[in-house]
């Protein structure tokens, strides 16, 4: 079965500090791997993807994820949270055989405190 | 802006109301798709159009009735609601087989709906 996780409902970081939202994904075959973001009474934003490459793409507002084949995971990182990254991420995986097939996580809430 | 517009943002209707959700987009993409969005729960895949023709229903009840007349726009009807179908109502969009600035998709803002 395809499916994303996102193990945490809820993650609390200070400002400045670095932070880590994580996503395993279960998909057939080489998978295509996002990130989104929501902010209050708005739809999810493009943060990044990884389709093929370098295994650690950079994305927009700071934001990286690295791909690890061998665990199966995709997790966001930022080396220094700002308050305005407080929001909800969604990690996603787009299976290669099926295009329509979009599969998304729970999404996680993120929490910058200054 | 995303380049997919929905309105209306926001909607309350009572459970024997009819309206609809409409979304347009401008990318040029060639497949539109529902999602709903609950509190807590994943985001639901309701319906996919590819070119114009619905090739996903995914068990969704009648109640919600899609259309998509062109390739820009894609309406979700709506009649006789419950109060659990109240939620985030989102629209998105891609181009098909694989393309488009980032490969993924392109959200609109959503559509707040609340069934009184």
């Known amino acids: 079965a395809q499916s994303v996780a996102q193990p945490e409902d809820q993650v609390n970081v200070a400002e400045g500090n670095p932070l880590t939202v994580k996503c395993t994904y279960s998909?057939?075959?080489?998978?295509?791997l996002f990130w989104y973001v929501q902010y209050p009474n708005r739809g999810l934003q493009f943060l990044l993807k990884?389709?093929?490459?370098?295994?650690l793409v950079k994305g927009s507002y700071g934001f990286e994820a690295e791909f690890n084949k061998s665990q199966t995971s995709f997790h966001l990182k930022k080396p220094s949270a700002l308050v305005s990254d407080s929001a909800l991420y969604f990690c996603a995986v787009r299976a290669l055989y099926n295009f329509n097939k979009f599969y998304f996580g729970s999404g996680t809430k993120l929490n910058v405190k200054p | 802006e995303t380049g997919v517009t929905q309105t209306p943002r926001h909607l309350v209707m009572g459970m024997t109301n009819k309206k609809s959700l409409k979304c347009e987009q401008h990318?040029?993409?060639?497949?539109m798709y529902w999602y709903k969005q609950s509190a807590k729960k994943p985001l639901e895949l309701m319906f996919v159009?590819?070119?114009?023709?619905?090739?996903e229903n995914n068990s969704v009840p009648s109640r919600f009735s899609p259309e998509c007349p062109n390739s820009s726009h894609l309406f979700l009807h709506l009649h006789t609601l419950q109060p659990e179908d109240s939620a985030l109502y989102l629209c998105?969009?891609?181009?098909?087989?694989?393309?488009?600035?980032?490969?993924?998709?392109?959200f609109g803002s959503g559509t707040r709906l609340t069934v009184v």
């Open positions: 998105a969009s891609s181009q098909d087989p694989l393309g488009g600035a980032n490969y993924g998709y392109t």
């Open positions: 998909v057939s075959g080489n998978p295509y």
């Open positions: 159009y590819s070119l114009e023709e619905r090739v």
């Open positions: 990884y389709i093929t490459g370098d295994n």
């Open positions: 990318l040029g993409h060639n497949a």
